[in-house]
């Protein structure tokens, strides 16, 4: 009687629980999505440094070593938020694997009429998203490690690195179309998380629509300005 009591007491934890449900997943996807977002934006803002010159962009980039110092070492806390950012796009991959694994299990037969069923942004989210997995792996080769590097490879000077990356035809392109999915992914992603977290009234939900869209118009255009400011010769 005693192993039976045992047995009907063992529940799943809550952490399984939420991990197993379709919400959860969407929670998890919503959170993630948004800690990724932060980044963007920060991480836009100071490459946008790269228009005051090399001793400004930098002195930027080497802040970002010395952040925390001297309680955390050299590059410590660059780590921390290298670690933080790839648990996030990790988290945020696999829910979006299982989630559309479960849409396809519970609709096994296809539409009788083929037609537009939501907007472009959101057709394109599973491709923009293995574009940007693609993208961030090259950019990490490129500019982090210099293993894909153009040229050679200068530690220490990511301004003259940066300019060598986007003089260069195929490394624009790479770019530029990675930051136009990007653009895409966060037009939807964004409108999606404010929904699975709760948007409120419909006045709320006008505005989380403009400002996923001014949102995304602005990450967008702040990325790609950069490597056409090299192409014109603004950056050189």
């Not at 010395?66 to 670690?83: D, M, N, S």
């Not at 301004?159 to 790479?174: H, L, M, P």
Request: net charge positive; with cysteine.
């Amino acid at each position: 009687m005693a192993l039976a009591t045992r047995g009907t007491d063992q529940r799943p934890s809550m952490t399984r629980t939420l991990w197993g449900s379709t919400i959860g997943k969407k929670t998890v996807m919503a959170v993630s999505g948004l800690i990724m977002l932060g980044y963007l934006v920060a991480h836009m803002l100071g490459n946008l440094k790269i228009f005051f010159g090399a001793p400004e962009f930098n002195g930027y980039a080497h802040w970002l070593r010395t952040l925390g110092e001297p309680v955390l070492h050299y590059e410590w806390a660059l780590w921390i938020l290298r670690v933080a950012l790839v648990v996030a796009v990790v988290l945020h991959a696999v829910c979006a694997y299982q989630l559309s694994r479960r849409d396809r299990a519970a609709r096994p037969v296809g539409y009788a009429h083929k037609r537009a069923r939501a907007t472009y942004a959101t057709r394109t989210m599973r491709w923009g998203g293995i574009i940007l997995a693609l993208f961030i792996v090259w950019h990490i080769l490129d500019l982090t490690t210099g293993t894909a590097h153009p040229g050679g490879f200068q530690p220490g000077h990511p301004y003259q690195n940066v300019v060598d990356t986007f003089s260069t035809w195929y490394g624009n392109v790479i770019y530029i179309v990675a930051m136009l999915a990007l653009g895409l992914h966060i037009l939807h992603g964004f409108w999606s998380a404010a929904q699975t977290l709760g948007v409120g009234s419909a006045a709320r939900e006008r505005a989380l629509k403009a400002s996923a869209g001014v949102l995304a118009f602005a990450l967008t255009a702040g990325f790609i300005s950069i490597p056409v400011a090299v192409m014109t010769g603004v950056v050189s």
